[in-house]
């Protein structure tokens, strides 16, 4: 093939010359301009790119004021939920013991349970033992499942049952029993049933109870006035232990607890459990302050828990 003339080859060679340095100029030119338009960092980059600003400080301080105010409203709710929960825990224990108390009666041909008074300071058999006012029984949860000496022991094995889970105190339990269902005292006669409250029944047997759905059997008592296992209500209106004298409703004899958002938990004859709400300031006193309280004529809590606690004879 011949070859183009020396003048052709010359050209050609200087057109793809200026061609390419033409190229490398422009590319060169496109480089630096991008590299020019990149944000020194990241930061810089993110806000440029979004219009985005950093929060002043009264923003952030707006911003917490308004989270602290959330967290306001929703504590309540939150310790409601957890009392709740805990309320059902309890109910549940009662639900336990209860039962107990019931496979007690139907295998001891329907005799119920001791519900020991006082304990005349010597130690006692009782539906449950320990005597709370004893610092060594008080926190001793191992008599509470004693079959030597706990009458439920062999239904209850488990000492937690008998301790609520709101009661804040160190006892070992917090439960005690109706004292109208078979008291006994040890050395001479079992205090609060007598006098005007003889005209109420106290039960020897669970068939003896004519509205078993009417009577409870146990409930929580506070820790200051819990002690030998049995709740006395004062059916007699006196304000005496003998129930001689004047009646004058109302007064409290033992002090019940208030651990679920002002109620109680009780058990009941059948087998059912319930939750009461105090109505009335009077009923639960200060701290530390027991025995006979005399609260008004009007007192709807007692009034609630005499009818409850026995029958007329």
């Known amino acids: 093939m011949p070859l183009a003339p020396r003048h052709c080859q010359i050209n050609v060679q200087t057109t793809l010359t200026e061609t390419a340095d033409r190229r490398g ?28 600003r950093a929060f002043t400080l009264i923003e952030l301080l707006v911003v917490i004021g308004i989270i602290g105010i959330l967290a306001a409203l929703l504590l309540p709710a939150l310790s409601r939920v957890k009392g709740l929960g805990l309320r059902t825990k ?5 639900r336990q013991l209860v039962l107990a108390w019931s496979l007690y009666a139907g295998d ?3 005799q119920l349970p001791w519900t020991v008074d006082d304990g005349d300071g010597v130690r006692f058999t009782n539906w449950v033992a320990g005597h709370l006012r004893r610092p060594d029984e008080a926190k001793d949860a191992r008599l509470l499942v004693d079959e030597g000496r706990s009458l439920f022991a062999p239904y209850i094995k488990e ?42 029944m106290t039960y020897r047997t669970h068939s003896q109870i004519q509205n078993p759905a009417r009577i ?3 409930l929580d008592e506070r820790y200051d006035s819990i002690n030998e296992g049995n709740f006395a209500c004062d059916m007699s ?12 409703p109302y007064w409290w004899l033992d002090t019940p607890a208030a651990y679920h958002l ?11 459990v319930e939750t009461h709400r105090w109505l009335e300031k009077t009923t639960l006193g200060p701290i ?22 026995t029958e007329l004879r």
């Not at 100029?25 to 985005?52: I, M």
């Open 159 to 200: 000492p937690k049952l008998y301790k609520c889970p709101s009661d804040p105190s160190g006892v070992v339990r917090s439960v005690s029993m109706n004292n109208r269902l078979n008291p006994v005292r040890l050395k001479g006669e079992v205090l609060a049933i007598g006098g005007l409250g003889s005209n109420f």
């Open 25 to 52: 100029f422009w590319c060169s030119e496109r480089l630096t301009d991008l590299v020019t338009a990149v944000p020194k960092n990241r930061s810089e980059r993110l806000f440029k790119g979004r219009g985005v």
């Open 108 to 110: 001891h041909a329907d």
């Open 237 to 248: 209106n006196t304000g005496t232990l003998s129930g001689e004298g004047d009646p004058s």
């Open 216 to 218: 409870f059997v146990i």
């Open 90 to 94: 309890c109910a549940n224990s009662h």
């Open 288 to 309: 530390g302050v027991t025995g006979f309280r005399r609260t008004t004529a009007q007192d709807r809590d007692i009034s609630w828990l005499q009818e409850r606690a």
């Open 262 to 272: 002002n109620s109680v938990n009780l058990s009941f004859a059948d087998g059912h």
